[in-house]
Nanobody
Framework: VQLVESGGGSVQAGGSLRLSCAAS?????MGWFRQAPGKEHEVVAS??????TYYVDSVKGRFTISRDVKNTVYLQMNRLKPEDTGSYHC???????????????????WGQGTQVTVSS
């Protein structure tokens, strides 16, 4: 599965960005993780084929993950904070789990990433 992200950029705190990820094929689980300098990778949101979602606590109420029927997953990011800065990567996993995946190791395929920079 190939994943291509788009939509990153630079915004001021409080602003919004929408990330998109086009997958080359349907996969049951899709998500987004981010990597910031000096920090570990962190899955920020995921969605399974039934529409069930997961959000890390730090983005709940601000980020929304969604997917369409054309193998594209979106991440709408509102009220962005400087600590949201990082490289955002799309992730995909065809296998079905008992719950929505929330660990980086749950995803077999990763995209190259798109940079998000939030200034104060």
């Amino acid at each position: 599965v190939q994943l291509v992200e788009s939509g990153g950029g630079s915004v001021q705190a409080g602003g919004s960005l929408r990330l998109s990820c086009a997958a080359s094929a349907y996969t049951y689980n899709m998500g987004w993780f981010r990597q910031a300098p000096g920090k570990e990778h962190e899955v920020v949101a995921s969605i399974d084929g039934a529409g069930k979602t997961y959000y890390v606590d730090s983005v709940k109420g601000r980020f929304t993950i969604s997917r369409d029927v054309k193998n594209t997953v979106y991440l709408q990011m509102n009220r962005l904070k400087p600590e949201d800065t990082g490289s955002y990567h799309c992730a995909a996993e065809p296998s079905q789990f008992g719950s929505t995946p929330y660990r980086l190791a749950d995803f077999r395929y990763w995209g190259q990433g798109t940079q998000v920079t939030v200034s104060s």
